[in-house]
Nanobody
């Protein structure tokens, strides 16, 4: 499966962005999806995850109540709606696919990664 993330950009603090992650090729039917982010000089951190059915979602504490992950399996696309953005949300955002529960654990289990999209939040 190939993943392509898009939707990043420059936004002021308090603003919103919606990221998209389109899957192509062997679409990995049945896989959960997640978003991670990596700020300059830091490691890659889990942001949010969603199961194949969409019935379960998971969020990092730092984004709970502000970010919403969703998916449209008919379009092979996963979304990350980001509201009330803060400067500390600035990072490259990556989408990834996994056959495991997308709760932020088992990082080694993610078998496909997108190239990332830059999100910059100005103060």
């Amino acid at each position: 499966v190939q993943l392509q993330a898009s939707g990043g950009g420059l936004v002021q603090a308090g603003g919103s962005l919606r990221l998209s992650c389109a899957a192509s090729g062997s679409t990995g039917s049945g896989q959960a999806m997640a978003w991670f982010r990596q700020a300059p000089g830091k490691g890659r951190d889990f942001v949010a995850g969603i199961t194949w059915s969409g019935s379960s979602t998971y969020y990092a504490d730092s984004v709970k109540g502000r970010f919403t992950i969703s998916r449209d399996n008919a379009k092979n696309t996963v979304y990350l709606q980001m509201n009330s953005l803060k400067p500390e949300d600035t990072a490259v955002y990556y989408c990834a696919a996994t056959p495991y529960e997308p709760d932020g654990s088992r990082i080694w289990g993610y078998n496909a990664w997108g190239h990332g999209t830059q999100v910059t939040v100005s103060s």
